[in-house]
């Protein structure tokens, strides 16, 4: 159950005072007040430390409530939760999946009256103290099943939002919607019965074709990067939608958004290949994830290397979402050459499109890692393996 003695002023200020120690060791110890275990309180403290990089507004609040870690592992970024309250309003809207409530606290500043399901009693609970410390007044908690909520409802949502649960009875992943809890493709036409609008969360590893496979009326496909890592996708939902679906991508950088779009319609649109050139790019994350590499092209006034190896290439510096170089040099991939080449030599190695790992060029080439030089080991268009060395633009 939960311990609100874990926000007395006293303890709060020691939990402040130890954020930084050695969690183990504070374990050890025991705790020193009598209302609340050290378990109890070592909850908190892993909380603070996930909150304040994850989600600083409630970091900020010393009132906020934490759950067991891995609620907090399966909770959204306040990036990723502020970019999804972005691309949805209304007068009525529903969370099917609330768990700690991060999504639901953000999307619901867009909304009048905003519903929270949550199956879990204790979370549901923590949830609940949270909004009202953070002063979440429209939010309404049901602890339900979010599929039964909705289809008992006697009225109808501007949209409905759900974040399935991607682990099966034994804890183990799942990545299929359908092995999710709930089953969103079995429900869907009972939740669209509710409402015309669907944002549904998955998993950053879900192929987008089997995901469009099992879905329907599919209006928007959101793939969100972090530091050039995907976090989520987000699939917009329409009822009764026709036609190709928009690939939208984002990746933030610290002080920066690189954002593409494009269209499943023209996925396979034909680009250029050539010889490299001045500049070398090299897509983010995010639009790696999209497939939308010849739209991305046409889109930057680039052209591409060859078919597979997904590097771009111009004379004049270009705006491109991704990271961007000066090319030095450029040599054929010739291992007895490149080893007096390499000799003492350390860079960032990438590869793209080529039959050897990083670790094993490394090793070959007794090349250590850092430094200023970055070397792409990739194929051109006529088919040869070559060598880009680069700087950082």
């Known amino acids: 159950m939960l311990n609100k003695g874990i926000l007395?002023?006293?303890i709060k200020k020691w939990i402040k005072q130890n954020l930084k120690k050695d969690l183990p060791g504070l374990i050890l110890k025991g705790s020193p007040f009598p209302e609340v275990t050290i378990q109890e309180i070592a909850i908190q403290i892993k909380g603070l430390k996930v909150a304040?990089?994850?989600?600083?507004t409630f970091f900020q609040n010393t009132n906020v409530l934490?759950?067991?870690k891995l609620n907090l592992e399966q909770t959204s970024s306040e990036i990723t939760a502020k970019y999804k309250a972005a691309l949805i309003k209304g007068d009525n809207g529903i969370d099917l999946t609330g768990g700690l409530g991060i999504d639901t606290y953000f999307i619901s500043r867009n909304f009048k009256h905003f519903k929270y399901c949550e199956r879990n009693a204790e979370l549901a609970r923590i949830a609940e103290?949270?909004?009202?410390?953070l002063e979440a007044k429209n939010i309404q908690i049901a602890i339900e099943d979010g599929i039964k909520a909705i289809k008992d409802h006697s009225g109808k949502f501007d949209w409905v939002y759900a974040d399935p649960a991607r682990r099966d009875n034994l804890g183990g992943k799942v990545f299929k919607l359908g092995d999710c809890e709930p089953d969103i493709p079995k429900n869907l036409v009972s939740i669209l019965a509710k409402s015309p609008n669907l944002m549904l969360k998955t998993s950053p590893v879900l192929d987008i074709s089997l995901?469009?496979?099992?879905?329907?009326?599919?209006?928007e496909i959101h793939i969100i990067a972090i530091g050039n890592e995907v976090k989520e996708l987000l699939w917009i939902i329409e009822k009764d939608f026709r036609?190709?679906?928009?690939?939208?991508?984002?990746n933030f950088e610290t002080g920066n958004e690189q954002i593409f779009s494009g269209s499943l319609a023209d996925k396979n649109v034909s680009s250029d290949y050539i010889l490299p050139e001045k500049y070398l790019y090299e897509p983010n994350a995010a639009i790696m994830k999209s497939g939308l590499f010849d739209q991305l092209a046409l889109q930057t006034g680039t052209n591409k290397l060859h078919q597979h190896s997904h590097l771009y290439t111009s004379t004049e510096l270009k705006k491109f979402p991704g990271r961007k170089f000066e090319i030095v040099d450029i040599i054929d991939y010739k291992?007895?050459?490149l080893k007096r080449y390499f000799k003492a030599r350390k860079g960032n190695v990438t590869t793209r499109n080529f039959p050897e790992s990083v670790e094993s060029l490394r090793k070959r080439f007794k090349l250590k890692?850092?430094?200023s030089d970055y070397i792409f080991f990739t194929t051109n268009k006529h088919d040869e393996k070559i060598v880009i060395f680069c700087k950082k633009v």
Do not use: R, S, W
């Not at 304040?52 to 600083?56: D, F, H, L, N, Q």
């Not at 103290?129 to 410390?133: E, T």
């Open 8 to 10: 007395k002023p006293e």
């Open 52 to 56: 304040e990089k994850k989600y600083p």
């Open 66 to 68: 934490y759950p067991p």
């Open 129 to 133: 103290h949270n909004f009202k410390v």
């Open 211 to 219: 995901g469009l496979n099992e879905l329907k009326y599919v209006k």
């Open 243 to 250: 036609g190709e679906a928009t690939l939208n991508t984002i």
């Open 335 to 337: 291992p007895a050459q």
């Open 369 to 371: 890692d850092g430094g």
